[in-house]
């Protein structure tokens, strides 16, 4: 599956944001659905990951009650919301999905099927 993400911008601490990306192909709803962010210098780190009917969801901690993800199947996108932003939440964040018919569990784990390019949030206080 390929992935587009969009949504990265500039915005101020306490700001909200909503990351999309699209996928491409008719089993989007085969995969589950991640996001992950990479800040300058530092590796890149799970954020969320959703399950194939959104029925689940997991964050790391420092996300959790701030971000949420969410995914509309018919639309083949996934969303992260993303509120109270701080500026410790400034990177690069990619969508990723899971191969098909894994769970969200193997996105948690960093066996990652696809990638998207990856788009930019700076969170400035």
């Known amino acids: 599956v390929q992935l587009q993400a969009c949504g990265g911008g500039l915005v101020q601490a306490g700001d909200s944001l909503r990351l999309s990306c699209t996928a491409s192909?008719?089993?989007?709803?085969?995969?589950?659905m991640g996001w992950f962010r990479q800040a300058p210098g530092r590796e890149r780190e799970f954020v969320a990951a959703?399950?194939?009917?959104?029925?689940?969801?997991h964050y790391t901690s420092p996300v959790e009650g701030r971000f949420t993800i969410s995914r509309d199947n018919p639309k083949n996108t996934v969303y992260l919301q993303m509120n109270s932003l701080k500026p410790e939440d400034t990177a690069g964040y990619y969508c990723?999905?899971?191969?098909?018919?894994?769970?969200?569990?193997?996105?948690?784990?960093?066996?990652?099927?696809?990638w998207g390019q990856g788009t930019l949030l700076t969170v400035f206080s």
């Open positions: 959703i399950s194939w009917t959104g029925g689940t969801t």
């Open positions: 990723a999905a899971s191969r098909a018919d894994q769970t969200w569990h193997d996105l948690l784990i960093g066996d990652i099927g696809s």
């Open positions: 192909g008719r089993t989007f709803s085969s995969y589950a």
